[in-house]
């Protein structure tokens, strides 16, 4: 493993990049990435269920690759718990960004009386989750980032590409898992006997913030992201979005 240095080719549009790595494999999307993008590329992990995939693929070609991870203020303790522990074991680059709101006090300010639901998510997603993330974006200043959504979650993302312009951050984001179904995911991690996230084995499969409202786990026959923001039409935090949340 090694340090990313600077490449001397950072600028590139989202329909070539995509002609690129059209018939990659994830393993081979990211090592384009580094070679290309080098010390200018980041990742984003949520370290929720299965994120020791993408990081593990990035993080065999780059130890060092910073790892921004958005701490809401309202996260699982159990998520907590496992980010140290994948920071440690695996000596990760881990950049932490928090919200700057006192949890308690947004709770209280913002009308929410119960800290175990959301009756506005979309407000809460975009005070301790998207500005929280631009800022992070802000401060790095990357010329693209990995992300490890997927196609199979949901039918918004079905319609991504692997490399797309945000015009929000102005990167490129990079999803090199987006063509992986569950199964290659699940294959991968066993072949490298890969920790998932505690609350994995609750049910949970797709883990964010810990009001019900927001993450909850699934029943038998639901997809994935079907936890997520249970009896809404939303979708997405805001993170994968140019517009940030809303949807």
Same mark, same amino acid.
């Given at each position: 493993m090694t340090t990313a240095a600077i490449s001397p080719f950072t600028h590139i549009s989202p329909e070539v990049a995509n002609k690129i790595t059209a018939d990659m494999a994830p393993?081979?999307?990211v090592r384009w990435a580094i070679e290309t993008f080098g010390s200018k590329l980041i990742m984003t992990?949520?370290?929720g269920a299965e994120s020791m995939c993408l990081i593990h693929l990035a993080t065999r070609t780059v130890a060092d690759i910073p790892i921004v991870f958005i701490n809401t203020g309202f996260l699982f303790p159990q998520t907590l718990i496992f980010m140290e522990t994948m920071r440690r074991q695996y000596r990760l680059n881990v950049v932490e960004f928090h919200t700057e709101n006192d949890p308690v006090v @947004? !709770?209280?300010?913002?009308?929410?009386?119960d800290p175990r639901t959301r009756r506005d998510v979309d407000a809460c997603c975009h005070a301790n989750k998207n500005s929280v993330f631009d800022r992070a974006m802000q401060s790095l200043a990357p010329v693209a @980032? !990995?992300?490890g959504i997927r196609a199979d979650q949901s039918t918004h993302?079905?319609?991504?590409?692997?490399?797309?312009?945000?015009?929000?951050t102005g990167a490129l984001a990079i999803s090199p898992l987006l063509r992986w179904s569950s199964k290659d995911i699940h294959h991968y991690m066993r072949q490298h006997e890969l920790p998932y996230h505690p609350l994995w084995?609750?049910?949970?499969?797709?883990i964010g913030c810990n009001p019900v409202t927001c993450t909850r786990p699934l029943s038998a026959g639901e997809n994935v992201r079907d936890g997520r923001w249970s009896g809404t039409d939303k979708k997405?935090?805001?993170?994968h979005l140019d517009q940030g949340a809303g949807i």
């Amino acid at each position: 493993m090694t340090t990313a240095a600077i490449s001397p080719f950072t600028h590139i549009s989202p329909e070539v990049a995509n002609k690129i790595t059209a018939d990659m494999a994830p393993p081979d999307i990211v090592r384009w990435a580094i070679e290309t993008f080098g010390s200018k590329l980041i990742m984003t992990s949520s370290f929720g269920a299965e994120s020791m995939c993408l990081i593990h693929l990035a993080t065999r070609t780059v130890a060092d690759i910073p790892i921004v991870f958005i701490n809401t203020g309202f996260l699982f303790p159990q998520t907590l718990i496992f980010m140290e522990t994948m920071r440690r074991q695996y000596r990760l680059n881990v950049v932490e960004f928090h919200t700057e709101n006192d949890p308690v006090v @947004w !709770l209280s300010v913002n009308g929410e009386s119960d800290p175990r639901t959301r009756r506005d998510v979309d407000a809460c997603c975009h005070a301790n989750k998207n500005s929280v993330f631009d800022r992070a974006m802000q401060s790095l200043a990357p010329v693209a @980032w !990995l992300r490890g959504i997927r196609a199979d979650q949901s039918t918004h993302r079905s319609q991504m590409q692997t490399v797309e312009a945000n015009r929000r951050t102005g990167a490129l984001a990079i999803s090199p898992l987006l063509r992986w179904s569950s199964k290659d995911i699940h294959h991968y991690m066993r072949q490298h006997e890969l920790p998932y996230h505690p609350l994995w084995n609750e049910g949970y499969a797709s883990i964010g913030c810990n009001p019900v409202t927001c993450t909850r786990p699934l029943s038998a026959g639901e997809n994935v992201r079907d936890g997520r923001w249970s009896g809404t039409d939303k979708k997405e935090c805001g993170i994968h979005l140019d517009q940030g949340a809303g949807i």
